[in-house]
């Protein structure tokens, strides 16, 4: 199974400013088979890229996805409010399983 | 526009079943692989099943293998997750999900699974 790991847990950030998130699998990821998914509060989750570096319809630009291999990022360039967040990755090269996410909250 | 409805949770007793219902609608269901994920409250997202666009290809996570079925009818673009022998571990919430470009493209509000005595 491949194990996915995201850092940090928490990230504190002020509106306006640069999210970096990681997600580190424990072997390859076969085709950069590699998703992220935002989740609100309350709120299902909403996939925001995939191929690693594929923004869904509708998501802002200002999401962006990058990595290949075993390490994987996602930037958020400048935070919205309604980017404070949950954010999952997930792998789908073999079977299909998400890492622990990262909670991104307002300083 | 794109809806995933589900329907069936409530609250079960150890052991017993349960069957949710995914009623899909605003897309081509049939072109679609399909997905449940689950989620326990307070924590993060596990995959749980997948079924192909046409159904000749279904796989399911460890911890529900052989409990669980997951089956659908395309003619009325509905999904389904049969919950055997339920234990406690599974109470969450359910999600179904749409894939094409990705495993989730579109995702349902979820119905809630609470296995308790």
């Known amino acids: 199974e491949v194990v996915l790991t995201q850092s940090p847990g928490t990230l504190s950030l002020s509106p306006g400013e640069r999210a970096t998130l990681s997600c580190r699998a424990s072997?390859?990821?076969?085709?950069?088979?590699l998703a992220w998914y935002q989740q609100r509060p309350g709120q299902a989750p909403r996939l925001l890229i995939y191929g690693a570096s594929s923004r869904a319809t509708g998501i802002p630009d200002r999401f962006s996805g990058s990595g290949s291999g075993t390490d994987f990022t996602l930037t958020i360039s400048r935070l919205e409010p309604e980017d404070f967040a949950v954010y999952y990755c997930q792998q789908y090269g073999s079977s299909w399983t998400f890492g622990q996410g990262t909670k991104v909250e307002i300083k | 526009q794109v809806q995933l409805v589900e329907s069936g949770g409530g609250v079960v007793q150890p052991g017993r079943s349960l069957r949710l219902s995914c009623a899909a609608s605003?897309?081509?269901?049939?072109?679609?692989?399909m997905h449940w994920v689950r989620q326990p409250p307070g924590k993060g997202l596990e995959w749980v099943a997948v079924i192909w666009f046409d159904g000749s290809n279904i796989f399911y996570a460890d911890s529900v293998k052989g409990r669980f079925t997951i089956s659908r009818d395309n003619s009325k673009n509905t999904l389904y997750l049969q919950m055997n022998s339920l234990r406690a571990e599974d109470t969450a919430m359910y999600y179904c999900a749409a894939g094409l470009a990705a495993p989730h493209d579109y995702w349902g509000q979820g119905t809630l699974v609470t296995v308790s005595s």
């Open positions: 605003g897309f081509t269901f049939s072109r679609y692989g």
């Open positions: 072997q390859s990821v076969s085709s950069s088979y």
